[in-house]
């Protein structure tokens, strides 16, 4: 079992998985934490949650501290005796896998379709790019979520429209109860100690800062967040799911990311929960079914897309960027910006790993594609960023979707903006230092000028496309176009 495989569907034999007595092996290698530098609140939730399932596991499972994988079986087992696993969640893992001499690779588990499922869907769509939208349609009706016979519930697809809500006037929170907070046990104690220790040695090094943890370990911990989620906050999930307040961080979002890429929760009963809420009349439809697509579309999308796209996807920079990322964001430093999204957006990873969709991908990957950042590093910070960042998430949301480095094979247009989106959106540009609504001076917004600046930059590209072209043309209506290109040449990061 890997360190992403820990709840009861990797070891559920009438679901394919491992008879009930056979024993089971779980390797910590330390070397997975000396390659990068992660966040030290998501060292310590892997290492928590696989100690957490191995205690629960008991003498069926052998728990090996070892250097390397490699290692770590060598020492359990040797390298040659048959192992038995569960289609592993990166291609590293998957080429080291497929390298063992005597292994029998199990389906994947944790999604809803299978990899020939998307294959069959994907390929019969012939020359037909694909979109999560399709995608969406065809999940909803081949799991039969939220449907009435072979249409939608309430007769559309997609309630976005009623999804984009700028955050209630004046509130400076959504008023809906607190996420589900899990109580530390000894283990978390013993991960502490040791992270203590080996970054004391100078063996690995973090960023981030490790306060309480945040995010579930177990099953139960994940279920009594799941619980909670349903029962207490998905009904405004739909409404506010773009919104961002400066001293609500968690807003009406799930917070399961963590908990579901773990393992610990199966996409099925999620979904399946959020529906009968709606059934029994408890959550408005936008909120399920918003819910739903998050899950069963772009979480269940950008999974696929990971594998359909292969090895060389990770790679991809149509828009040719190459700056480095500053220290100030490599090392989590609000300190570095004078810009207040960016300085409250930086302070939240910092403080947890976690920061919802949208300062994710309308702060942090918007600003890194317009300063024109490398999106193979900009990919490598978000995986080690975040408590929820793993290889085959992170690839497609950053390459695909965040940088457009794929040119487009994944989303229909580059998703970036203005300061006036994250105005209306949010309530951090009124304390801001820079004015949303101004591109060029002292009071420039980073944001609005490096939108204008990345559209003048890759005219040529967008001016093609068939959601940018017009905002292409507003290039020529701008008179201090070139006043601007000069400032933003000279900007400092
Ligand atoms: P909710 O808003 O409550 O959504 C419910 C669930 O939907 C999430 O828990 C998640 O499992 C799923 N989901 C929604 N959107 C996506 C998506 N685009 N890709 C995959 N799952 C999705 N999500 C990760 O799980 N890991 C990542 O490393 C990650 N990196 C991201 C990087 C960028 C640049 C962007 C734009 C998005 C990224 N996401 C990632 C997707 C999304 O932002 C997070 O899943 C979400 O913010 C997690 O918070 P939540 O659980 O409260 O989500
Ligand atoms: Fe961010 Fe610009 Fe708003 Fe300041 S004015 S918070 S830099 S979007």
Request: aromatic letters at 10%; glycine letters at 8%.
């Amino acid at each position: 079992m890997f360190g992403d495989q820990l709840g009861p569907h990797f070891v559920d034999p009438a679901r394919g998985g491992p008879h009930r007595d056979a024993p089971l092996l779980m390797i910590e290698a330390r070397s997975v934490f000396r390659r990068r530098r992660f966040h030290r609140a998501k060292a310590h939730l892997i290492l928590s949650a696989m100690r957490h399932r191995a205690a629960e596991l008991g003498d069926r499972v052998r728990y090996v501290k070892a250097d390397t994988y490699r290692e770590g079986l060598r020492q359990a087992v040797g390298e040659d005796t048959p192992v038995t696993v569960h289609h592993p969640t990166s291609h590293a893992a998957r080429a080291f896998v497929d390298a063992l001499p005597s292994v029998r690779v199990l389906p994947a588990r944790g999604f809803l379709v299978t990899h020939d499922e998307f294959k069959t869907w994907a390929d019969g769509r012939g020359t037909k790019s694909l979109r999560q939208e399709d995608f969406y349609r065809w999940v909803r009706q081949t799991h039969d979520l939220l449907m009435e016979g072979d249409r939608p519930v309430g007769g559309k697809w997609n309630l976005d429209h009623d999804n984009r809500e700028p955050p209630p006037k004046d509130a400076t929170d959504l008023g809906v109860p607190a996420p589900y907070h899990p109580r530390e046990s000894d283990i978390d104690a013993e991960v502490r100690a040791d992270l203590d220790r080996w970054a004391r040695d100078g063996d690995v090094e973090f960023v981030g800062e490790d306060g309480p943890r945040q995010f579930p370990a177990t099953r139960r911990e994940a279920l009594a967040a799941l619980k909670r989620f349903v029962e207490h906050r998905l009904a405004t999930f739909g409404a506010y799911e773009d919104a961002v307040l400066a001293k609500d961080k968690t807003m009406s979002h799930s917070l399961l990311s963590s908990s579901l890429n773990l393992g610990l929760l199966d996409p099925a009963e999620c979904v399946e929960r959020a529906e009968a809420r709606w059934r029994s009349g408890d959550v408005p439809l936008n909120s399920a079914e918003g819910f739903v697509r998050q899950i069963a579309g772009w979480r269940e999308f950008v999974w696929h897309v990971y594998w359909y796209f292969g090895t060389e996807y990770r790679t991809s920079n149509t828009l040719r960027h190459r700056a480095q990322l500053p220290d100030w964001f490599t090392e989590l430093s609000p300190d570095g910006t004078d810009a207040n999204c960016l300085t409250h957006v930086l302070e939240q990873v910092r403080g947890t790993g976690w920061t919802h969709h949208i300062p994710r991908l309308m702060i942090l990957g918007s600003f890194a594609l317009q300063r024109g950042w490398e999106p193979g590093a900009v990919t490598d910070w978000f995986h080690r960023s975040f408590v929820d960042g793993y290889d085959w998430v992170m690839v497609p949301n950053v390459v695909g979707m965040s940088q457009y480095a794929d040119g487009g094979r994944m989303t229909t247009k580059p998703y970036t903006s203005g300061g006036a989106y994250i105005d209306r959106m949010s309530d951090l540009c009124k304390p801001c230092r820079y004015k949303p609504s101004v591109r060029v001076g002292e009071d420039a917004c980073p944001f609005t000028a490096g939108y204008w600046n990345l559209l003048h930059r890759h005219r040529d590209r967008f001016e093609h496309n068939a959601r940018m072209s017009q905002a292409v043309r507003g290039l020529d209506r701008l008179r201090d176009l070139d006043e601007l290109l000069e400032q933003e040449r000279a900007r400092r990061d």
